[in-house]
């Protein structure tokens, strides 16, 4: 019988770039290095950005994003083979959908968790959907994890309304690769808990194995999730700023010896005892820097992606004045590279049928202002 209580979740995403031997390899990998859960990302480009989002910079060269998401999309058969090879490893699975076509997919898979990623909390047609499927099981709901990076309290609060606290975990995130670990701000999982009254955690980008990892477990953090990869000198889009086995290992254990201790002393004394051996290992101001004073703000890292890596409207093809919308015309995508943020994906249904009052652009992010006011 397990006696951890956490749940450490190593983040593999996209890093098999395709491959479902080197899937397989990292999913070896996560599991020897002590994870309980491993993570994927159900990619489908047109599901996340416009085709003219712009470019992204790799080692290789410049190409368009877009292109680099098509590159990383998977039949569902690739889906079911991991999942059952995870499930062989003794860990569970975990999976981000990023649209409704790969929700649903990943649903019928039955995973162990659904795992909503920061730039989708605002995708209200996906929470909605997820909600519904909820809404239809018996028993115990699939339990779903939220990050909470680039988002506000008030972001967070409707998406929780949506899909209910019932199995729902909240993860503090901060969106920025590396973020930051001056920023991170931990003791915000503690405030998460008290305000949402549901099991909270930590989905962290900064580099270190041990400093976030730990102070998290200590400010009452149960689920702790960090990029995973066999290389940070890989291709993959999260490997510079994953851990590879041997750190993924090195966390795992230090967050079971502070969980030991918590059992051994009480969780008063296990904290004050990992804050000063923190304290002494990183130096005990960029400690206290790091646990923050708990408010939940975006982080300056972030500020910038507010509006850009989560959810907005845009046009899906160039329209001119007096055309009528349709279902395919506007889409629900992250903003990302060069295009310019449009209106919150709340107001979709209501801009279905109508009229532009201007000509608009081929990606150009949805304004109330390019519609005539209906009466």
Same mark, same amino acid.
């Given at each position: 019988?397990?006696?951890?209580?956490?749940?450490?979740?190593?983040?593999?995403?996209?890093?098999?770039?395709?491959?479902?031997?080197?899937?397989?390899?990292?999913?070896?990998?996560?599991?020897?290095?002590?994870?309980?859960?491993?993570?994927?990302?159900?990619?489908?480009?047109?599901?996340?950005?416009?085709?003219?989002?712009?470019?992204?910079?790799?080692?290789?060269?410049?190409?368009?994003?877009?292109?680099?998401?098509?590159?990383?999309?998977?039949?569902?058969?690739?889906?079911?083979?991991?999942?059952?090879?995870?499930?062989?490893?003794?860990?569970?699975?975990?999976? &981000?959908? !990023? =649209?409704?076509?790969?929700?649903?997919?990943?649903?019928? *898979?039955? @995973?162990?968790? +659904?795992?909503?990623? %920061?730039?989708?909390?605002?995708?209200?047609?996906?929470?909605?959907?997820?909600?519904?499927?909820?809404?239809?099981?018996?028993?115990?709901?699939?339990?779903?994890?939220?990050?909470?990076?680039?988002?506000?309290?008030?972001?967070?609060?409707?998406?929780?309304?949506?899909?209910?606290?019932?199995?729902?975990?909240?993860?503090?995130?901060?969106?920025?690769?590396?973020?930051?670990?001056?920023?991170?701000?931990?003791?915000?999982?503690?405030?998460?808990? &008290?305000? !949402? =009254?549901?099991?909270?955690?930590?989905?962290?980008?900064? *580099?270190? @194995?041990?400093? +976030?990892?730990?102070? %998290?477990?200590?400010?009452?953090?149960?689920?702790?999730?960090?990029?995973?990869?066999?290389?940070?000198?890989?291709?993959?889009?999260?490997?510079?700023?994953?851990?590879?086995?041997?750190?993924?290992?090195?966390?795992?254990?230090?967050?079971?010896?502070?969980?030991?201790?918590?059992?051994?002393?009480?969780?008063?004394?296990?904290?004050?005892?990992?804050?000063?051996?923190?304290?002494?290992?990183?130096?005990?101001?960029?400690?206290?820097?790091?646990?923050?004073?708990?408010?939940?703000?975006?982080?300056?890292?972030?500020?910038?992606?507010?509006?850009?890596?989560?959810?907005?409207?845009?046009?899906?093809?160039?329209?001119?004045?007096?055309?009528?919308?349709?279902?395919?015309?506007?889409?629900?995508?992250?903003?990302?590279?060069?295009?310019?943020?449009?209106?919150?994906?709340?107001?979709?249904?209501?801009?279905?049928?109508?009229?532009?009052?201007?000509?608009?652009?081929?990606?150009?992010?949805?304004?109330?202002?390019?519609?005539?006011?209906?009466?």
């Amino acid at each position: 019988m397990k006696e951890s209580k956490i749940n450490i979740i190593a983040e593999i995403g996209t890093s098999h770039e395709g491959s479902y031997e080197k899937a397989c390899a990292l999913v070896d990998a996560a599991a020897e290095s002590g994870a309980d859960t491993i993570k994927f990302q159900w990619v489908y480009a047109d599901e996340i950005l416009h085709p003219l989002t712009g470019l992204v910079h790799l080692p290789t060269g410049d190409i368009p994003l877009y292109e680099r998401f098509r590159q990383l999309e998977c039949p569902v058969s690739f889906y079911k083979d991991i999942m059952d090879y995870v499930h062989s490893k003794g860990c569970k699975f975990c999976c &981000s959908p !990023f =649209g409704l076509r790969s929700l649903k997919e990943l649903l019928d *898979l039955n @995973p162990d968790y +659904v795992k909503i990623a %920061s730039p989708e909390v605002n995708h209200y047609k996906m929470l909605e959907a997820l909600r519904d499927y909820r809404n239809t099981q018996s028993g115990n709901k699939v339990p779903v994890i939220i990050s909470s990076g680039v988002s506000t309290l008030s972001d967070l609060d409707r998406a929780i309304r949506i899909l209910g606290k019932e199995n729902l975990s909240l993860l503090h995130c901060i969106t920025s690769y590396p973020a930051p670990e001056d920023q991170y701000n931990v003791k915000v999982i503690s405030t998460l808990s &008290s305000i !949402f =009254g549901i099991e909270t955690g930590l989905s962290d980008h900064s *580099l270190d @194995p041990v400093l +976030v990892p730990v102070l %998290s477990l200590v400010c009452g953090g149960t689920v702790i999730e960090k990029h995973f990869t066999l290389s940070r000198q890989t291709d993959g889009l999260d490997d510079p700023v994953a851990l590879e086995p041997e750190q993924f290992a090195l966390m795992v254990h230090s967050l079971h010896q502070t969980e030991a201790a918590i059992r051994h002393y009480g969780k008063e004394i296990a904290m004050q005892k990992a804050i000063s051996q923190l304290g002494e290992a990183f130096g005990e101001e960029r400690v206290k820097t790091v646990l923050g004073n708990g408010v939940k703000e975006l982080a300056p890292a972030e500020e910038a992606n507010y509006g850009r890596t989560n959810r907005s409207l845009h046009f899906m093809r160039k329209m001119n004045k007096g055309e009528i919308i349709g279902e395919d015309d506007i889409k629900i995508l992250r903003t990302e590279k060069i295009l310019s943020p449009g209106i919150s994906p709340e107001f979709y249904d209501s801009l279905i049928g109508a009229e532009l009052a201007r000509d608009v652009e081929n990606g150009a992010g949805v304004q109330l202002e390019d519609f005539i006011k209906r009466s």
